[in-house]
């Protein structure tokens, strides 16, 4: 079946404006994850989504950064005021959670994000 | 909280040669262990895991990864690696019962050469 897929697969922006980038995740899968690859920091978590309970948003790194998941599938993670910091890969991930046990994450292609 | 550092960042090793991936973690709970693989201009993609039960586990393409409690490491080895291994090669952690995020070592930039 159709893998995690993420939109768009480059964006390029100019520092202070707006960018939203899109994942749709295997389709059943409840959790979504969101991560941040940068040269400087690595492979960082930043958001986290199961089925209709409150997101875990203790990895987002400022309060311009913003996500939903609508309807429980396809989600958006927006960052507003872009700065040459927010340059990366972003990645997404979905996994069938089942609580108390282990659920792979299958990532998508990611996202990368220059700031210019 | 849990923590993981890729003692290596980089790994040039010549084709056919055996090649040992260094990964140590920190936790104050008991954690999942994987080893993912990235391509060049590609996702993630998950090498192998270990969950519970014998502590070497086997992986994709060969690999295999050693999960040493008493260390609290789990080291990534090959005996005979390919230049198709070339690739950067992320240990990461979660803890069990956790939500499940992973948390991810620097990363290891592995170079075959022929």
């Known amino acids: 079946g159709a893998g995690v897929s993420q939109s768009p697969s480059n964006k390029v922006t100019e520092k202070g404006k707006d960018v939203e980038l899109r994942c749709d995740p295997i389709s059943g899968h409840t959790a979504l994850y969101w991560y941040r690859q940068s040269l400087g920091q690595g492979l960082e978590f930043l958001i986290y989504f199961q089925g209709n309970s409150a997101p875990d948003k203790s990895g987002l790194p400022s309060d311009r950064f913003s996500a939903e998941r609508t309807g429980g599938s396809v989600s958006t993670l927006t960052i507003q005021r872009t700065q040459q910091e927010d340059s990366a890969v972003y990645l997404c991930?979905?996994?069938?959670?089942?609580?108390?046990?282990?659920?792979?994450?299958?990532f998508g292609p990611g996202t990368r994000l220059t700031v210019l | 909280a849990q923590s993981v550092t890729q003692l290596d960042s980089q790994v040039p090793v010549f084709e056919e040669a055996p090649v040992e991936l260094r990964c140590n973690y920190s936790?104050?709970?008991?954690?999942?262990l994987f080893w993912y693989v990235q391509y060049p201009n590609q996702g993630l993609q998950l090498l192998l895991k270990y969950l519970s039960g014998s502590t070497l586990v086997k992986g994709i393409n060969g690999f295999e990864a050693e999960f040493n409690k008493s260390q609290t490491s789990f080291h990534l080895r090959k005996p005979s690696v390919h230049i198709s291994d070339t690739a950067e090669y992320f240990c990461?952690?979660?803890?069990?019962?956790?939500?499940?995020?992973?948390?991810f070592g620097k990363g290891t930039k592995l170079s075959v050469k022929p």
């Open positions: 936790s104050s709970v008991s954690v999942y």
């Open positions: 991930a979905s996994s069938y959670r089942m609580a108390g046990g282990y659920n792979e994450q299958f």
């Open positions: 990461a952690v979660s803890g069990r019962g956790s939500q499940g995020n992973l948390i």
